[in-house]
């Protein structure tokens, strides 16, 4: 099995091998063994929507007690809890990306190679250096490392949160602009003001023993009360703004039709716009490589280039129809010149969520605009549900989330 599957037919697989076990996550999730296989290892292909949130909620749901997965159902909600949350707060998303540009331009050099050598895993704190290594080499960390790993980047190495959170989004395969951004605030103590997370020697003890027996070099930096909590500064405009209300199904119109593939749901086929009869579909990014903020390393390009290929082949199956693919300095453009290639009417795509692809809706909007070409945002109803229950704090949304997953488990209106 893949290691970390990303297109459609490795998540499936994986999830079907994963169900069988689901029962047991809540007792061993926490633990960060050799090759993972405690934990899913989904996320990567949750984030490029090559399998849906509601698919790997339906099974468990509709399989066992309530009790035996609720921990597994409380993951994936968090996961649609930070969306929701980002949804409503996208200056979060903007401030960040300012803060990495002002601080790569500005820090002190003796900060800058410190910066470097921690990101590299050649901090000195060996277990520290093996969860970077591990990044590096694979994109993938485990939920309780991240914690680890970002606690010691802002608490012992006293780093700027942002910084770190630039590394990972850099390296991970599953890099999220409302999961990454919002869990380095939460380690920083901006998501529950005042709360920190901080590292302990005693808890990576109990959860990862082989990480810190193997080399225990700098270990006395993460011992139990060695480190005093960073209050970090708010930059961001966190102030609660509406939702935007996109409809959860294509008006009829009788137009042309192209469908817009994008990274934030690679899954056409399944719900809201399966039925439709496009007349070409194309998925078009933006240079990844070129872009500085952010940036992602050749491995999470490459992830990202195999997941859209993946997405367009499926496409193309369903709808039978031809597809185009291409990565550009300026997507806007490309997209509005495939419209006008084919006669488009109506380009219908996802809405996609806060981050990098929908920083292209006002180019794209404006570009397509001018051609006469109708823009239509479809978002799923059971995203737009969860955000809409996001308003709050994580608690109250997981109540009301689990509510209304149990009484709908045998729906789920998507699938
Ligand atoms: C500092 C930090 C940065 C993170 N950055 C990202 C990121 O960029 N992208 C990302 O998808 N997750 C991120 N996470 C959340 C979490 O670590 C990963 O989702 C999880 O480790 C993925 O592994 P898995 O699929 O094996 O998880 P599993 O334990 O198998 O969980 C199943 C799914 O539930 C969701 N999930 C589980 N835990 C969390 C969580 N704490 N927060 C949000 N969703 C969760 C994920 O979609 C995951 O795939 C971050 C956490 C921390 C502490």
Not at 94 to 122: C, F, I, M, N, Y
Not at 257 to 272: F, K, M, N, T
Not at 275 to 280: A, G
């Amino acid at each position: 099995m893949t290691f970390l599957p990303l297109t459609r037919h490795d998540a499936l697989k994986a999830w079907a091998d994963f169900l069988q076990g689901v029962g047991q996550y809540a007792k061993r999730r926490n633990h960060v063994e050799p090759l993972h296989r405690n934990v899913s290892r989904l996320s990567a292909a949750l984030r490029f929507r090559t399998l849906l949130e509601d698919e790997i909620l339906r099974a468990p749901l509709q399989e066992h007690p309530f009790h035996s997965v609720e921990k597994w159902v409380q993951e994936v909600c968090w996961r649609r809890y930070w969306k929701g949350w980002l949804e409503r707060r996208p200056d979060v998303w903007d401030s960040w990306r300012r803060r990495v540009r002002e601080l790569h331009e500005t820090l002190p050099e003796a900060t800058r190679q410190r910066v470097k050598a921690v990101a590299a895993g050649e901090s000195g704190v060996a277990c520290m250096d093996e969860i970077a290594q591990e990044l590096i080499a694979t994109g993938y960390v485990h939920n309780h490392a991240r914690m680890w790993w970002a606690s010691y980047w802002i608490h012992a190495e006293r780093l700027p949160w942002e910084l770190g959170a630039d590394v990972f989004y850099r390296h991970l395969l599953d890099a999220d602009p409302a999961s990454n951004t919002l869990s380095w605030r939460w380690v920083a103590g901006l998501q529950t003001p005042g709360k920190t997370y901080l590292v302990r020697a005693s808890n990576i003890e109990k959860y990862a023993p082989d990480l810190l027996i193997s080399n225990r070099a700098g270990s006395e930096r993460i011992a139990d009360g060695a480190i005093a909590p960073v209050i970090a500064p708010e930059f961001a405009n966190t102030t609660r703004q509406a939702l935007i209300d996109y409809p959860a199904v294509v008006p009829t119109s009788g137009r042309r039709v192209g469908i817009w593939l994008h990274a934030d749901d690679l899954l056409p086929e399944v719900g809201p716009l399966a039925n439709l009869t496009p007349v070409s579909v194309a998925a078009f990014s933006q240079e990844l490589d070129d872009c500085p903020i952010p940036a992602l390393s050749e491995r999470s390009i490459a992830a990202q280039e195999e997941a859209l290929a993946d997405g367009l082949a499926r496409t193309a199956a369903h709808f039978s129809c031809p597809t185009e693919q291409s990565t550009h300095a300026d997507p806007a453009a490309c997209l509005d010149a495939w419209a006008s290639k084919h006669g488009l009417e109506e380009v219908v795509a996802f809405a996609p969520t806060v981050g990098p692809v929908a920083d292209l809706l006002p180019p794209v909007r404006q570009r397509l605009d001018k051609s006469g070409v109708a823009l239509t945002l479809i978002r799923r109803a059971s995203d737009a549900h969860a955000f809409e229950l996001s308003g709050t704090g994580f608690f109250p949304f997981l109540e009301k989330m689990s509510r209304h997953l149990r009484h709908q488990k045998t729906l789920f209106p998507d699938l």
